[in-house]
């Protein structure tokens, strides 16, 4: 079994930082892929940014020049580092992780962490 311990998240104000943090634990080969989506009320859960072991990274266009992804595979740890925020980023924030375990590949989900973006 894998478990995602995300921490982080929390209230900022418009224009303001937060840092999500998330570990993995468990039964790990590799991750070959690990990081963020977020679900905002009334809406489908979307992808906000993802990293490959080797450091390529996926993000969306909204939080592209604003958030930061990186990972320290060595602690099988994913950050966000989350700068000008603003209200519509108001969601509960995921940690995914694709993780390996001899010949086989599970997607794991965290408990999510609640971003609210507000004056």
């Known amino acids: 079994q894998v478990q995602l311990v995300e921490s982080g998240g929390g209230l900022a104000q418009p224009g303001g930082s937060l840092r999500l943090s998330c570990a993995a634990s468990g039964s790990i080969d590799s991750i070959p892929t690990m990081g963020w989506y977020r679900q905002a009320p009334g809406k489908q859960r979307e992808l906000v940014a993802i990293m490959s072991t080797g450091g390529q990274t996926n993000s969306e266009d909204s939080v592209k020049g604003r958030f930061t992804i990186s990972r320290d595979n060595a602690k099988n740890t994913v950050y966000l580092q989350m700068n000008s925020l603003k209200p519509e980023d108001t969601a509960v924030y995921y940690c995914?992780?694709?993780?390996?375990?001899?010949?086989?590949?599970?997607?794991?989900w965290g408990q999510g962490t609640q971003v609210t973006v507000s004056s």
């Open positions: 995914n992780a694709d993780v390996v375990v001899g010949a086989y590949q599970f997607r794991y």
